[in-house]
């Protein structure tokens, strides 16, 4: 299975675009990458979905390079309420989500 | 998150004691997963089920057993507690195999003394 890997801990201000990029070297052909959020006592939640190029919803963005080896959640103009743990779970043909460690971002005034 | 209920959210137990986590749900997805998550670890998957009397082994399955005998309640059994089963444990469900449709719980919070 493709591990991820992740910047363990991110700082930004508020109104800044944070990106936050997740490594997996080793993804598979059938792999899809996908984001969660999480915040304290509670469980994960999902953000962004993709499999190459760009995807773009309401929340975020998810840039992914021609090789797929990694990814790159864009999040505009953040405020203290992003302040959480952000994920890049892989899933597999099985379809279970696979986690890595997680980027705490903390967002300052 | 509304559909998805874990219970006990806290627990306090010895070492050596059985535990049952009960995570039940009411949208009658097909799919449910049980994860753990320590500091530094992550969130890592213990075991999962894709239907009723239907499951299958995670990355960390060693000491954990589940059983599904209904579609709405997927049970976790630590059959002899011990320290290094303290931790935070999820349910997630899913309609789909599809990683963005994963709803999780609010956790179940275990010590074990």
């Known amino acids: 299975l493709a591990k991820t890997t992740q910047p363990i801990s991110m700082d930004s201000y508020e109104g800044q675009e944070v990106n936050i990029t997740c490594s997996h070297n080793n993804i598979a052909t059938n792999d899809y990458i996908t984001w969660y959020q999480q915040f304290p006592s509670q469980g994960p939640r999902f953000i962004i979905q993709?499999?190459?190029t760009k995807v773009t919803n309401e929340v975020a963005s998810l840039f992914i390079p021609a090789d797929r080896k990694s990814s790159t959640l864009s999040l505009p103009r953040v405020s203290l309420s992003d302040t959480a743990v952000y994920y890049c779970?892989?899933?597999?043909?099985?379809?279970?989500?696979?986690f890595g460690q997680g980027t705490e971002l903390s967002v300052k005034p | 998150d509304a559909g998805i209920t874990q219970s006990p959210r806290h627990k306090v137990t010895e070492t050596g004691t059985p535990v049952t986590l009960r995570c039940h749900q009411t949208?009658?997805?097909?799919?449910m997963y049980w994860y753990r998550q320590d500091p530094g670890h992550g969130l890592r998957l213990i075991h999962y089920?894709?239907?009723?009397?239907?499951?299958d082994k995670g990355e960390v399955s060693d000491g954990y057993s589940v059983s599904r005998s209904k579609t709405e309640d997927f049970l976790l059994t630590l059959e002899s507690a011990t320290s290094s089963q303290t931790s935070v444990y999820f349910c997630?469900?899913?309609?789909?195999?599809?990683?963005?449709?994963?709803?999780f719980g609010s956790g179940t919070r275990l010590t074990v003394v």
């Open positions: 993709g499999y190459k």
């Open positions: 779970p892989l899933y597999n043909q099985g379809g279970k989500l696979i």
């Open positions: 997630a469900i899913s309609e789909s195999t599809g990683g963005s449709g994963y709803t």
């Open positions: 949208e009658n997805h097909r799919y």
């Open positions: 089920s894709y239907g009723v009397k239907d499951t």
